[in-house]
């Protein structure tokens, strides 16, 4: 068993670490008090690569492994986590589902641009009455020669109303349940596609969480992505590997808490010493330590057995119900540890606070993944 990174994952770590300490830390609190999308990082991140990290370089993408994948989003989510949440959607969701399944007429014309970060990509799954029950899709998708026409509504959309390209998840025979559920691909502009609100969140303002309307929206027959009756299965196994990246995204964001609390305990005195000196305080920052090493190594486990080829979802449930947790806990501690400081916005571990509560939601709640983590246990599996 080695744990040591290899030559190319310890360049990546370096590289993206330097890019996020530079380029995207400095705009992070802008970013979130203006709910600002920065556009102009995202383009960088293109460029280097980072927006289709794990697509081959014949789709336009760096083609790294996924254990890469989860090194570089904890980097830049450890900077921002609203710019963490954007390269994540991007790369495991709006790419991924294309790419897994898309046709080679389907990648060259979607996943080219989207990998290599000169187009922006979404995936529509939930809607108001279909969200951890994702098989209660009520938009719907209907063949009139060859155009596919959808109805309905899509919320909770990451980069909804500002993505080129949406991937949709929309049900074309509803007499089966969740094997009549087809996914297409939406192009922005399309007649019948229009937008609702964007939400005004608690954490991650710097992106843009949508409400999407379809009305009498048409778009070409070859817009669906792989056959009829596939999306459910497709969009399931597309968050698989979305649940490991949420992981990765939380270790960041706790990482970062834990950094500013030991900055802080070795420079805030009181009684005439530092608090760091206090057992109380020791004991906090002891705990993240260990919470978040412990995430990591199980994140890295879940990405390498995907990376392999094996079966990696009980991994995937595990590292992002534990990461999740223990970086909501981690961000908790260090606005203790702050104080009364810690609850303004004078420092940053209100915000990492704000942010690491949306990967107990994402991609499944902590509900969800305790009960699929059960699922396997109980089975023997």
């Not at 802008?30 to 927006?51: A, N, T």
């Given at each position: 068993m080695n744990f040591k990174l290899t030559p190319e994952q310890e360049m990546v770590k370096t590289t993206v670490a330097e890019f996020a300490e530079n380029v995207v830390k400095p705009r992070a609190a802008d970013i979130d008090e203006k709910k600002e999308f920065p556009w102009d990082i995202v383009k960088q991140m293109g460029k280097m690569g980072l927006m289709g990290m794990t697509v081959s370089k014949e789709y336009g993408g760096a083609g790294t492994d996924r254990v890469s994948y989860t090194i570089a989003l904890e980097e830049i989510s450890k900077a921002c986590g609203s710019t963490g949440i954007t390269m994540e959607a991007h790369n495991s969701l709006g790419v991924g589902h294309i790419f897994a399944k898309g046709t080679e007429e389907q990648k060259e014309k979607y996943v080219v641009p989207l990998a290599s970060g000169k187009k922006l990509g979404a995936w529509?799954?939930?809607?108001?009455?279909?969200?951890?029950?994702?098989?209660?899709?009520?938009?719907?998708a209907v063949l009139e020669g060859d155009e596919w026409v959808l109805n309905g509504s899509k919320c909770f959309i990451t980069a909804g109303s500002i993505a080129d390209i949406i991937t949709v998840m929309a049900m074309t025979d509803?007499?089966?349940?969740?094997?009549?559920?087809?996914?297409?691909?939406?192009?922005?502009?399309?007649?019948?596609?229009?937008?609702?609100?964007?939400?005004?969140?608690?954490?991650?303002r710097g992106t843009h969480t949508s409400e999407l309307f379809f009305t009498d929206c048409r778009i070409p027959k070859e817009n669906m992505l792989d056959a009829p009756g596939r999306g459910f299965i497709g969009a399931m196994q597309t968050l698989?590997?979305?649940?490991?990246?949420?992981?990765?995204?939380?270790?960041?964001?706790?990482?970062?808490?834990?950094?500013?609390s030991i900055k802080y305990a070795n420079e805030r005195e009181t009684f005439g010493k530092t608090i760091g000196n206090y057992q109380a305080v020791q004991w906090m920052i002891a705990d993240m330590a260990t919470?978040?090493?412990?995430?990591?190594?199980?994140?890295?486990?879940?990405?390498?057995?995907?990376?392999?080829?094996?079966?990696?979802?009980?991994?995937?449930?595990?590292?992002?119900?534990?990461?999740?947790t223990r970086s909501v806990q981690a961000c908790l501690n260090a606005i203790q540890i702050h104080g009364g400081y810690g609850y303004t916005k004078d420092y940053p571990v209100e915000r990492f606070f704000r942010d690491a509560k949306l990967c107990e939601i994402g991609e499944g709640t902590n509900e969800v993944q305790r009960m699929l983590i059960a699922r396997y246990m109980l089975a023997g599996k």
């Amino acid at each position: 068993m080695n744990f040591k990174l290899t030559p190319e994952q310890e360049m990546v770590k370096t590289t993206v670490a330097e890019f996020a300490e530079n380029v995207v830390k400095p705009r992070a609190a802008d970013i979130d008090e203006k709910k600002e999308f920065p556009w102009d990082i995202v383009k960088q991140m293109g460029k280097m690569g980072l927006m289709g990290m794990t697509v081959s370089k014949e789709y336009g993408g760096a083609g790294t492994d996924r254990v890469s994948y989860t090194i570089a989003l904890e980097e830049i989510s450890k900077a921002c986590g609203s710019t963490g949440i954007t390269m994540e959607a991007h790369n495991s969701l709006g790419v991924g589902h294309i790419f897994a399944k898309g046709t080679e007429e389907q990648k060259e014309k979607y996943v080219v641009p989207l990998a290599s970060g000169k187009k922006l990509g979404a995936w529509a799954l939930t809607e108001p009455a279909a969200g951890t029950d994702a098989a209660a899709t009520n938009t719907t998708a209907v063949l009139e020669g060859d155009e596919w026409v959808l109805n309905g509504s899509k919320c909770f959309i990451t980069a909804g109303s500002i993505a080129d390209i949406i991937t949709v998840m929309a049900m074309t025979d509803k007499s089966k349940g969740s094997k009549g559920i087809s996914a297409f691909i939406v192009e922005k502009g399309t007649p019948g596609l229009s937008y609702g609100k964007d939400e005004d969140k608690m954490g991650l303002r710097g992106t843009h969480t949508s409400e999407l309307f379809f009305t009498d929206c048409r778009i070409p027959k070859e817009n669906m992505l792989d056959a009829p009756g596939r999306g459910f299965i497709g969009a399931m196994q597309t968050l698989e590997g979305g649940r490991t990246a949420v992981a990765s995204m939380a270790v960041g964001l706790g990482q970062a808490a834990l950094e500013e609390s030991i900055k802080y305990a070795n420079e805030r005195e009181t009684f005439g010493k530092t608090i760091g000196n206090y057992q109380a305080v020791q004991w906090m920052i002891a705990d993240m330590a260990t919470d978040l090493e412990a995430a990591r190594l199980l994140v890295r486990k879940a990405a390498w057995l995907e990376d392999q080829g094996e079966k990696f979802s009980k991994a995937a449930y595990m590292a992002k119900l534990f990461a999740a947790t223990r970086s909501v806990q981690a961000c908790l501690n260090a606005i203790q540890i702050h104080g009364g400081y810690g609850y303004t916005k004078d420092y940053p571990v209100e915000r990492f606070f704000r942010d690491a509560k949306l990967c107990e939601i994402g991609e499944g709640t902590n509900e969800v993944q305790r009960m699929l983590i059960a699922r396997y246990m109980l089975a023997g599996k």
